[in-house]
């Protein structure tokens, strides 16, 4: 069974860090692409980023581009999102999803809220 | 940037037809992809590839994508069905993912 899970959610200042994780497991985690998706509350979903199955390529949304870096361990099962300059629209529930697009397997959600 | 339009709301009778549109320029020629979500849940695959059922997903659950508009259709509504559905595709020019801004469906 293939299962999804984030963590590293929670409440951050204006302008600080949060390092995000999802650990994969049920599939061979090192041949597909992976995404993030977020979702602000009461808000519908956007797509942030994701990064081919080497870590060679990522892309990333425009209001996130220079301040969330994508990464991944094949070896550990892991994809990391590092957001740095947090915003208080980054406020927003942040799903990791398998594949570039469809997404057939999503992660339970982390929350990420930015305050002060 | 390609944006993708959804109507904000649909009310539907049990047993009806259900239709929820995704419009994009020249949608017809990329692969559109629908998701479902209930409140406080992930979201969940329902159609891919325009018309494709993933496993485990009902036979009422059917799509299409021609020219300017894709559509879901579910017929023979349910109360279970009632969801926001979002509709989605991959923007090659652009390299980004692309959700439409979703539809809130309601079984009156």
């Known amino acids: 069974e293939v299962q999804l899970v984030e963590s590293g959610g929670g409440l951050v200042q204006p302008g600080g860090s949060l390092r995000l994780s999802c650990a994969a497991s049920g599939f061979s985690f090192s041949t597909y692409w992976m995404t993030w998706v977020r979702q602000a509350p009461g808000k519908g979903l956007e797509w942030v980023a994701n990064?081919?199955?080497?870590?060679?390529?990522?892309y990333y949304v425009d209001s996130v581009k220079g301040r969330f870096t994508i990464s991944r361990d094949n070896a550990k099962n892991s994809l990391c999102l590092q957001m740095d300059s947090l915003r208080g629209e980054d406020t927003a529930v942040y799903y990791c999803a398998r594949d570039m697009v469809p997404f057939e397997s999503w992660g339970q959600g982390t929350l990420v809220t930015v305050s002060s | 940037s390609y944006v993708l339009t959804q109507p904000p709301s649909l009310s539907v009778a049990p047993g009806k037809t259900a239709r929820i549109t995704c419009g994009g320029t020249?949608?017809?020629?990329?692969?559109v992809h629908w998701y479902h979500q209930k409140p406080g849940q992930a979201p969940v695959l329902v159609i891919k590839y325009d018309r494709d059922r993933p496993s485990g997903i009902p036979e009422r659950f059917s799509g299409s994508n021609s020219v300017n508009t894709a559509t879901l259709t579910i017929s023979r509504v349910e109360a279970g069905d009632e969801a926001d559905y979002y509709c989605q595709v991959w923007d090659s020019s652009s390299a980004r993912g692309v959700f439409g801004g979703g539809t809130k469906l309601t079984v009156l």
């Open positions: 020249n949608i017809g020629s990329k692969s």
């Open positions: 990064i081919r199955q080497d870590g060679g390529e990522k």
